[in-house]
Nanobody, 128 residues
Framework: QVLLVESGGGSVPSGGSLRLSCRAS????????MAWFRQVPGKEREGVAR???????TYADSVKGRFVISRDNAKNTLYLQMNSLKPEDTAMYYC??????????????????????WGQGTQVTVSS
C-alpha cells in the first residue's frame, strides 16, 4: 500500500526558508517519480517540482532558483528545500507519486493528472 506523509510546513516571513519532507512507505522511492504540488483554495493544483527515477529534476518557472527537490533513498523520503520564500508561495503543499511504468510515460511532466498517489498535505504560509 502506497502511503505518503508530508511534514515541515509552517509560517515564515517573506525571504525565509522551509524544508518539507515526504516520508513514503509501501514502495521504494528510488524506483518511482516523485513530485511536489501546491494548491490554494479556489485554484487548481499546481506542479512545483519533480524528480524522476534517473535523478533528473523539473521545476515550475515560478520556483526555479529558489526551490530544490531531492530524495534520500535510504530514508525513503522526499524533500523540498524552499528558499527566498514569497507570499505567493503560500499554499497547501502535497507530495505525489505514480507507478514506475506510468512515470516513464509522463517523464518530467508536472501535471497533477499524471500522479495517482497523494499525501494529505502540509500548509506553508509566507507573510509579507
Amino acid at each position: 500500500q502506497v502511503l505518503l506523509v508530508e511534514s515541515g510546513g509552517g509560517s515564515v516571513p517573506s525571504g525565509g526558508s522551509l524544508r518539507l519532507s515526504c516520508r513514503a512507505s509501501g514502495f521504494t522511492i528510488g524506483n518511482y517519480c516523485m513530485a511536489w504540488f501546491r494548491q490554494v483554495p479556489g485554484k487548481e493544483r499546481e506542479g512545483v517540482a519533480r524528480i524522476d527515477s534517473d535523478g533528473s529534476t523539473t521545476y515550475a518557472d515560478s520556483v526555479k532558483g529558489r526551490f530544490v527537490i531531492s530524495r534520500d533513498n535510504a530514508k525513503n523520503t522526499l524533500y523540498l528545500q524552499m528558499n527566498s520564500l514569497k507570499p505567493e508561495d503560500t499554499a497547501m503543499y502535497y507530495c505525489a507519486t505514480d507507478r514506475p511504468h506510468d512515470c516513464l510515460t509522463t517523464f518530467q511532466a508536472l501535471d497533477a493528472i499524471d500522479f495517482a498517489f497523494w499525501g494529505q498535505g502540509t500548509q506553508v504560509t509566507v507573510s509579507s
